[in-house]
C-alpha cells in the first residue's frame, strides 16, 4: 500500500501542472529588521528546483 509522507504534504503542494510549490524561508519571526523588499518576495510562493522535486513528489503518491 502507498502511503503519503506527511511531512512533504504539510510544507509542500502541487500546482494544477504538476510542479511543487513551497513558502519562501525567513517570514515568521524578526521581521521589523528585514526590508519592504524582502518581506514582499518572501511573502510569494516559490517553486521547488527540478532535482529536488522528484524524489518529494514520489513522497505525494495521490498528489494532495
Avoid: E, N
Avoid at 17 to 36: C, D, E, M, N, V
Avoid at 46 to 54: N, S, T
Wanted: hydrophobic share 35%; glycine share 6%.
Amino acid at each position: 500500500m502507498q502511503k503519503t509522507k506527511k511531512s512533504v504534504a504539510k510544507r509542500f503542494k502541487l500546482s494544477a501542472t504538476g510542479k511543487l510549490i513551497r513558502r519562501t524561508p525567513g517570514f515568521r519571526h524578526l521581521l521589523a529588521a528585514k526590508s519592504t523588499k524582502q518581506k514582499r518576495r518572501a511573502s510569494k510562493d516559490k517553486l521547488v528546483a527540478p532535482g529536488h522535486a522528484k524524489p518529494l513528489k514520489r513522497c505525494l503518491p495521490f498528489g494532495l
